[in-house]
């Protein structure tokens, strides 16, 4: 039997902002996607969970959120969607550490087959899950659903079930009890047209679809789809995690104060890109580019990178450029204060053989 576990991050968006500026956190926030046209034209990307106590949705047009939020001191922000992607990007390669198998689905959600390195125990999945909650505390400060059952499709449902800050079993005996009163939606690849379609048959709980005809099923949503939910509602999953190569290896860590001096930030460098060297090469990978990334006490992400024509051979090169990289990006904007630095080590490259190294050694001297 496989154990696979899914995590999905509590209202990313917004909580990252809160975490950047914990004045919010007793506030309602809404994280917009503002087009621009208008003051308040856009949609809400998504919201933290004070704000959806007054029905606050991801895609709801922006001024209807301000006029269900008139006057309750509602704090409305614009997407900052490359500092989101770089804290995910630190969330994921922490939690590929701790899989057999990962896969990343979204920007904020992965797959990972743990059964191997839980023996195929439901015990040590919780007490791995546990452990995995409180390094992405750690790391970020985020809070995150969990879920764990026998194939991926029980495993998102679980994490899905106790939101946020969820960790939810879902054990084969216990199946059929979790999914028969669920509402038909909550099974993934239920969307809104299937669900109307369930509805007008008068199917409205996962139970009552898992006993609906199958034929009359494959009917109403033809063959495929009919034949995969049905086996859905009976809690039956085949998919595997597919691992995909990592396309990064990144650190980022936040200053103890905010500096625009060379000195100060290029000393956080040292330790960061000896980390980036160290598990880019225990993953197996060179790589060929080197990033820096800051983000400025605005919270505006500015990033500078450098791309050589062969792998990087060694630690002092990697320090090296990103000094470089740090020493252009400030000499751009003087007024420009650092409140994060990370380095990332991308267009990887599988790892050279010994003779290989040595001529590139040979050809950086
Ligand atoms: N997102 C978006 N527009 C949508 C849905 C999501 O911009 N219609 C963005 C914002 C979310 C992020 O993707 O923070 C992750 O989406 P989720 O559906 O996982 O929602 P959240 O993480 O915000 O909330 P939850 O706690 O329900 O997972
Ligand atoms: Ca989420
Ligand atoms: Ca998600």
């Known amino acids: 039997m496989r154990i696979i576990l899914h995590i999905d991050l509590d209202y990313f968006f917004a909580q990252v902002e809160e975490n950047l500026n914990p004045s919010l956190k007793n506030k309602i926030v809404v994280v917009c996607v ?7 034209s856009g949609v809400v990307s998504t919201s933290n969970y004070k704000a959806r106590e007054y029905g606050i949705k991801s895609g709801m047009p922006v001024y209807l959120a301000k006029k269900i939020l008139k006057d309750k001191g509602a704090v409305f922000l614009p997407v900052n969607h490359s500092l989101y992607e770089e804290i995910s990007h630190q969330i994921m390669e922490l939690l590929r550490n701790f899989a057999d198998n990962f896969e990343q689905v979204s920007i904020d959600e992965a797959y990972l087959e743990i059964t191997k390195r839980v023996e195929g125990k439901f015990e040590e999945a919780l ?3 546990k452990s995995i909650k409180e390094r992405v505390f750690e790391k970020e400060e985020l809070i995150c659903s969990i879920g764990i059952g026998s194939n991926k499709l029980l495993a998102k449902i679980g994490s899905d079930l106790n939101k946020p800050n969820g960790l939810t079993i879902i054990k084969p005996s216990e199946v059929k009890d979790v999914l028969s009163d669920l509402t038909t939606e909550k099974l993934p690849g239920v969307g809104r047209k299937y669900k109307k379609l369930l509805d007008n048959e008068g199917i409205k709980t996962i139970g009552e679809l898992a006993v609906f005809d199958v034929g009359s099923l494959k009917l109403l949503l033809g063959k495929k789809i009919g034949e995969r939910i049905h086996r859905a509602s009976l809690g039956l999953d085949d998919e595997p995690v597919k691992e995909e190569l990592p396309k990064q290896f990144s650190r980022i860590i936040t200053l103890k104060e905010d500096s625009n001096n060379f000195e100060c930030v290029s000393n956080s460098l040292n330790e960061l890109c000896g980390d980036v060297w160290s598990t880019t090469r225990n993953g197996g990978f060179n790589f060929k580019s080197v990033g820096l990334i800051t983000v400025t006490d605005e919270l505006k992400i ?9 792998p990087i051979v060694g630690k002092d090169d990697i320090t090296r450029i990103a000094k470089e990289l740090l020493k252009e990006l400030l000499e751009e904007g003087s007024d420009l204060r650092i409140r994060r630095v990370g380095v990332k080590a991308y267009n990887l490259v599988k790892d050279l053989d010994q003779r290989s190294i040595a001529i590139y050694n040979f050809i950086s001297l």
């Open 302 to 310: 500015r990033s500078k990178s450098k791309t050589l024509s062969h």
């Open 127 to 129: 007490k791995l899950a």
């Open 34 to 40: 503002f087009s621009g046209r208008t003051k308040d």
